[in-house]
């Protein structure tokens, strides 16, 4: 479909002419029946296998490779230009450096490239945080092997450890990959020869003891319209939202930090969802911050328990378009207009050999279980988890008891769904 037929593409036609004309980058079901019941106009820039199922749902759509960088790589910028797009909306994290180098064009504003590339590179990121006075742990880059064996040897040093006294952990992560994926904990150097060489350069940072959380800002006009904070149970396994009162009583020291955050990366739209440790004499910890939506369909349970569409709160912090009365009318009140508490289990199995899934009776009958998304094995053999790794699907849960289900995720990790 050429750019200037967009605008006018059946989809497109009922849709309120006088706000933002969208640009979505990457594929997700959710994100677009969400976007295609909103009252913006849409456009979704996807990957070439996507074109026979946009074009037989009536999907306004352009094909486009997020994989390849050549002397051809701002065409799309070009594109969406001459069809009136407004803004570009990063769904992934491989789609981000694309919105910042987009918007860039669309919205004449060159510095929104360097921004985007500082929320891609974990390093970039850290050092931007400090210089905006942000508290983080130690960091290094690793270009191989020694150089992580050397930080942690420097860390535990640092620690005053004694000869025979355990390792503190140190963390490697891949610079521009999303949530756990490429995320070690290294505790000794065998542990370091068993990380592949195409692992490389990495992130390297020491352990933070602390609550780990996440937030989810939704930000217009350089002001955050809506903060969710996300309990994590275990990470890599199980999050909830709302978080329990424990974790919601540091709800305006979060604030703050979020404040500090959009100040130190001059954010002014958009959707952040950082991550943060909280010590126990209430000391905050800047993790990372990622500009896309979260994983473990954090979104989803936002819906559950609030009943908003995050990915249409998505579109309105983003639209250049919309207006201080729209974005406060849409979202609710946080924590107090919630309905109950929602939450997901990411499934893993315990044994190395499966054949049947089986739900456990204690979970398909507990009050609080809604649903799963869990398949039947392809294969009996179960590769071993590396690193946090990758689960094979997520169980729901929605209850009116903070603490109940967050005891319930926990108890999740010991059962077996895979047998």
């Known amino acids: 479909m050429t750019g200037t037929s967009l605008k006018d593409h059946p989809s497109n036609k009922n849709k309120n002419p006088d706000k933002g004309f969208v640009a979505i980058l990457g594929w997700s079901l959710a994100a677009i029946d969400a976007i ?139 610079f521009d990959k999303a949530g756990c994926l490429g995320h070690r904990v290294i505790r000794t150097p065998e542990d370091v020869y068993n990380i592949p060489d195409n692992e490389f350069p990495a992130l390297l940072e020491s352990h933070l003891d602390g609550w780990e959380f996440a937030v989810e800002a939704w930000i217009h006009n350089g002001k955050i319209r809506f903060l969710n904070i996300s309990e994590y149970v275990t990470l890599g396994y199980s999050v909830f939202v709302p978080a329990t009162p424990e974790l919601e009583k540091y709800r305006a020291q979060i604030t703050q930090e979020i404040e500090k955050l959009i100040k130190a990366f001059d954010i002014d739209f958009g959707f ?74 990411g499934v893993y199995p315990r044994r190395r050999v499966v054949s049947n899934l089986e739900i456990p009776p204690e979970t398909e009958q507990h009050p609080y279980f809604e649903f799963h998304e869990l398949q039947q094995p392809l294969e009996n053999k179960v590769t071993k988890r590396t690193a946090f790794g990758t689960h094979w699907g997520l169980v729901y849960f929605f209850g009116d008891d903070s603490h109940q289900l967050r005891d319930l995720l926990k108890a999740q990790e010991d059962l077996d769904y895979y047998i």
């Open 36 to 174: 295609d019941r909103f009252d913006r106009r849409y456009v979704i820039v996807a990957p070439a296998w996507a074109e026979e199922f946009a074009n037989a749902n009536n999907i306004p759509y352009i094909p486009w490779n997020f994989e390849r960088l050549n002397d051809r790589s701002m065409e799309i910028a070009k594109t969406l230009k001459e069809a009136g797009v407004d803004v570009a909306i990063p769904l992934f994290e491989e789609t981000v450096e694309w919105a910042g180098a987009i918007n860039s064009v669309l919205l004449d504003q060159p510095r929104i490239y360097g921004q985007a590339l500082l929320f891609r590179d974990k390093a970039l990121m850290k050092r931007r945080a400090q210089l905006g006075g942000i508290r983080v742990g130690i960091f290094e880059e690793a270009h191989d092997k020694d150089d992580v064996i050397r930080f942690l040897k420097r860390v535990n040093q640092t620690l005053l450890k004694l000869e025979g006294d355990p390792n503190d952990p140190i963390h490697m992560k891949a």
């Open 272 to 345: 952040i969802h950082p991550e943060y440790f909280v010590t126990n004499d209430g000391v905050m910890y800047f993790g990372e911050v990622a500009y896309r939506p979260p994983g473990f369909k954090v979104f989803e349970l936002l819906e559950r328990s609030y009943g908003f569409n995050a990915y249409q709160g998505l579109v309105l912090s983003f639209d250049p378009k919309t207006t201080d009365e729209e974005i406060t009318a849409f979202f609710p009140k946080e924590v107090v207009d919630a309905k109950g508490y929602a939450g997901c289990f």
